[in-house]
């Protein structure tokens, strides 16, 4: 049975980038700088829209996914596409990568393939308007526990927690992993998330998980505070490793009790798209080959700093080599 070093479970979402000015923002009604969910209308007149494609397999957890399987480790990837082109193009593009993408296109969804039309201005703010289509729909039944249960590291896509089948899903997964002597986490990806469950949310951190990993406003979205030490310090007491990235401030851990604080230094960005996602691949690399904390941090901050430096959420150079570099490695 094969043995598996990371598997994410989340949004099988094709990511399509184009860049644009302000003014076409405004001509197009799209917000800048944030993250809006659109319908399937406007997903078709987006994507029509768009000039310069740049095409990707993508989703938050799934970028984290290749990011691991591009540093040379065993990985899978969950998540429902559609048999349609993008949803074919995404299936054999994760496979393409070096990765399990464990379920097959379904045939004849009622919906199609999610995909998120990104608008990158030249300041390097990032307008997402995403489509969720197909992916929203994973139950219990795309999760396969001979997956599940063989893994070092599950890692979870807060987006699916939006759900109830998928709440199901991610406790019967982290469960089988925990069973399988591996450990359990998730990416809050956004407060809204926390907002709309939580409850829930701190229901499975404290019983189900073994790590968390958000930015500063997600982590204080889960005890509805605007002090991140507080929240740091209350996630910590339900949870055995908190996260949380903190753009320029750099990232603050806190693992068995000790915090660990990791600077970075600071990179005007061409894209800021996927910079959470490598964070997190860097970071899980490292705590798969079981590094210390800071080395883990560090990994994780290299990788974002090299994902930000172009168009496009997964690295372009070879990571490795950047952290022979830097002597992480």
């Known amino acids: 049975m094969k ?28 917000e800048k700088g944030i993250m809006q969910l659109v319908e399937r209308d406007r997903s078709e007149a987006l994507y029509g829209s768009m000039s310069d494609r740049l095409q990707t397999p993508g989703g938050a957890v799934a970028n984290t996914v290749a990011g691991v399987g591009a540093l040379g480790l065993q990985t899978a990837f969950i998540g429902r596409v559609r048999d349609d082109a993008l949803g074919k193009f995404y299936a054999s593009a ?29 300041d390097g703010e990032r307008s997402l308007n995403t489509y969720l289509g197909i992916s929203t729909g994973l139950t219990s039944d795309d999760v396969p526990v001979e997956v599940s249960g063989n893994t070092q590291i599950m890692f979870l896509e807060g987006y699916l927690f939006d759900h109830d089948a998928g709440k199901t899903a991610f406790r019967e997964a982290a469960r089988a992993t925990k069973a399988g002597n591996g450990i359990a986490g998730i990416a809050i990806s956004d407060p809204f998330c926390v907002e ?21 406003h997600e982590i204080k979205s889960l005890f509805e505070t605007d002090d991140l030490d507080l929240a740091l310090q209350k996630t910590a007491a339900i949870c055995p490793m908190v996260v949380c990235t ?43 080959t079981s590094r210390d904390i800071e080395t ?12 930000i430096s172009h168009i496009g959420p997964r690295p372009q150079k070879d990571m490795m080599e950047v952290f022979r570099a830097e002597g992480l490695v």
């Open 3 to 30: 043995q598996y070093k990371l598997v994410g479970i989340g949004n099988a979402v094709v990511d399509v980038i184009s860049h644009a000015d302000d003014s076409f923002l405004d001509h197009m009604g799209i």
């Open 94 to 122: 994760m496979t393409d990568n070096g990765i399990d993408f464990v379920n097959p296109p379904v045939v004849d969804g009622e919906t199609p393939t999610s995909r998120c039309m990104i608008f990158v201005t030249p």
């Open 296 to 307: 883990c941090a560090r990994m994780g901050n290299a990788c974002a700093a090299e994902v």
């Open 196 to 216: 709309r469950h939580r409850a829930d949310f701190l229901s499975l951190i404290e019983n189900d998980l073994d790590y968390v990993i958000g930015n500063e």
């Open 246 to 288: 903190r753009s320029g401030d750099g990232v603050s851990v806190i693992a068995g009790g000790a915090r660990t604080d990791v600077p970075v230094q600071e990179v005007t960005p061409v894209d800021a798209t996927g910079a959470g996602d490598q964070f997190a691949a860097g970071f899980l690399y490292g705590v798969a």
